[in-house]
């Protein structure tokens, strides 16, 4: 079981949009602004796509963005794209002895 | 470029030893902290152990404390994990990454598998 928790499927059509959750404790997602968001295409390796909740490195795409309230933090797609479609993992600092936790992963369709 | 290319994975039985590199161009190796994560078949990312730029500092998740050494040699730009008492559990795809600030993976090596089984 994954320390903080996605939903494990979402899916959306081209052009629209969607929203992937990732729900940890005030010890890792709600204590710290330091969740990233991962996206992982088959046989791939895994990809930054936002750091510190918000930030996009350079190279990625502005239709993709984050966010936080409380203890959730958040991965927004806009005018989705058949490229999207990949398994997506967010992560947080933790205050625990595990330094970082991840989530167990959402697997994003372009229907 | 950043290029971050592991080697050394394989077929090993359960109870024995692997040794892992990650050769890093493109960058100034020394500068960073590393890291290793772990993908299960089928499963999701796994931490499994940092070190400092200089060596000086290394943390591990508690599954693989006394198992696992991470280290790394500046000079060859290159990080190292020595496994020891391989489990079954342990089959996965190993990936070294750069760690920027918190938290943050900014760059991966393509992985290399490793697999626990007599």
């Known amino acids: 079981q994954s320390a903080l928790t996605q939903p494990a499927s979402v899916s959306g059509s081209p052009g629209q949009s969607i929203t992937i959750s990732c729900t940890g404790t005030?010890?890792?997602?709600?204590?710290?602004?330091?969740v990233s968001w991962y996206q992982q295409h088959p046989g791939k390796a895994p990809k930054l796509m936002i750091y510190?909740?918000?930030n996009r490195p350079s190279g990625v795409s502005d239709r993709f963005s984050g966010s936080k309230s409380g203890n959730t933090a958040s991965l927004t797609i806009s005018g989705l794209q058949a490229e999207d479609e990949a398994d997506y993992y967010c992560?947080?600092?933790?205050?625990?002895?595990?330094?970082?936790?991840f989530g167990g992963g959402t697997k994003l369709t372009v229907l | 470029e950043v290029q971050l290319v592991e080697s050394g994975g394989g077929l090993v039985q359960p109870g024995g030893s692997l040794r892992l590199s990650c050769a890093a161009s493109?960058?100034?190796?020394?500068?960073?902290?590393m890291s290793w994560v772990r993908q299960a078949p089928g499963k999701g990312l796994e931490w499994l152990a940092n070190?400092?730029?200089?060596?000086?500092?290394?943390y591990y998740v508690d599954s693989v404390k006394g198992r696992f050494t991470i280290s790394r040699d500046n000079a060859y730009n290159s990080l190292y994990l020595q496994m020891n008492s391989l489990r079954a559990e342990d089959t996965a795809v190993y990936y070294c990454?750069?760690?920027?600030?918190?938290?943050?993976?900014?760059?991966w090596g393509q992985g290399t598998l490793v697999t626990v089984s007599s």
């Open positions: 990454a750069r760690l920027s600030d918190y938290a943050n993976f900014d760059y």
């Open positions: 992560s947080s600092y933790t205050s625990s002895s595990t330094y970082v936790v």
């Open positions: 493109g960058f100034t190796f020394s500068t960073y902290w």
């Open positions: 070190i400092k730029q200089d060596g000086s500092e290394k």
């Open positions: 005030s010890s890792d997602v709600g204590g710290y602004n330091y």
């Open positions: 510190e909740v918000s």
